[in-house]
């Protein structure tokens, strides 16, 4: 069967049972604008003109009777309508995506390169994965972890990666933002000497952490040193573990097994970590896929440790 005709037996089944369908492609244009930020980046993301995202957003706000969107200053923000709207779009699209994949029986085929940064990979890969793989069981993803976010927003930009997941996204404006959260200092378990100079194992001098970190010390007049220098997450964790060096995570990257420092510890504040995504040149379906899944991974991680908290 094919996926127009998938796509038409789910809207009459909903208007069988009296149930009014939202437009798809309606909630697409909807949810770019809540990723990207703004009507002209959502137009690119879903390959339409402007006037055509906005008719979309009209024709929405008309069927559900309310405003998605309050002017605020140039631009928009939504409304609380609007954040309700979220996550029941998101889950219309996923059935969607599973009914194709399901009635068509063959879904999407193909591959998706991604780049992550190091520390993510860690914290996310494995969920990423495995829920990709529910939705997505033919569709193979080769996961690179090679490098700092600036150089795997290049080989995104070069059409080497087709998505990334991105830290530095104060260098990548581009980016699209997933999560924001405070810079902490971290430190092992055993006992740490604080005195000056202090130790640190950080990224090379493209680092936007490490930048952080030495412009907040030396504000701050405070000597230190590196113990080492790699871009490579997986060699800064035992130093930092063994009590050899200070380090700096987005405190949502914390593992349980390291200690956050801070101004107590006569140490700086630092300025916030924010997370991003970014797509390859034509995004495919199969990277617009993995997005999805990673936008939701996200969410959900997020949600958890508000509880948690």
């Known amino acids: 069967m094919r996926p127009t005709n998938v796509c038409a037996m789910i809207n009459r089944i909903f208007r069988s049972i009296g149930s009014p369908m939202l437009d798809t492609d309606q909630l697409k244009s909807f949810l770019a604008i809540v990723d990207t930020g703004s009507f002209t980046k959502a137009a690119a993301r879903v390959n339409k003109t402007q006037s055509a995202v906005s008719m979309h957003i009209r024709r929405l706000e008309e069927q559900l009777q309310c405003e998605l969107f309050v002017k605020q200053g140039r631009g928009v923000r939504l409304s609380t309508d609007g954040e309700k709207l979220i996550d029941y779009a998101r889950h219309m699209l996923q059935i969607e995506a599973s ?27 494995a969920d990423i994965l495995t829920r990709f793989r529910q939705h997505y069981p033919l569709v193979e993803v080769s996961a690179k972890c090679d490098g700092g976010s ?66 907040a010390l030396q504000q701050n007049g405070l000597a230190y040193r590196f113990v080492l220098v790699s871009n490579s997450y997986s060699g800064v964790a035992p130093l930092v573990r063994a009590g050899h060096a200070l380090s700096v995570l987005p405190r949502g990257l914390v593992p349980n097994d390291m200690h956050i420092l801070g101004e107590a510890e006569g140490l700086p504040a630092l ?35 508000s509880v948690a908290a």
């Open 150 to 215: 600036t150089l795997i927003a290049e080989r995104t930009r070069a059409h080497e990666l087709d998505l990334s997941i991105l830290t530095a996204c104060d260098d990548v404006p581009d980016a699209e933002i997933l999560r924001e959260e405070p810079l902490v200092w971290i430190a092992g378990s055993k006992a740490l000497n604080l005195t000056a100079p202090l130790p640190l194992a950080l990224g090379t001098v493209t680092c936007a952490w490490r930048r952080q970190v030495e412009r």
């Open 99 to 125: 009914a194709l994949a399901s009635i068509s029986r063959r879904g999407l085929v193909g591959r998706v390169r991604l780049g992550i940064v190091e520390e993510y990979a860690e914290a996310f890969i």
């Open 271 to 305: 300025a916030g970590s924010r997370t991003g995504l970014l797509h390859g040149p034509a995004p495919t379906p199969e990277a617009q896929a993995l997005a999805e899944v990673i936008r939701s991974t996200v969410r959900l991680d997020i949600k958890m440790r």
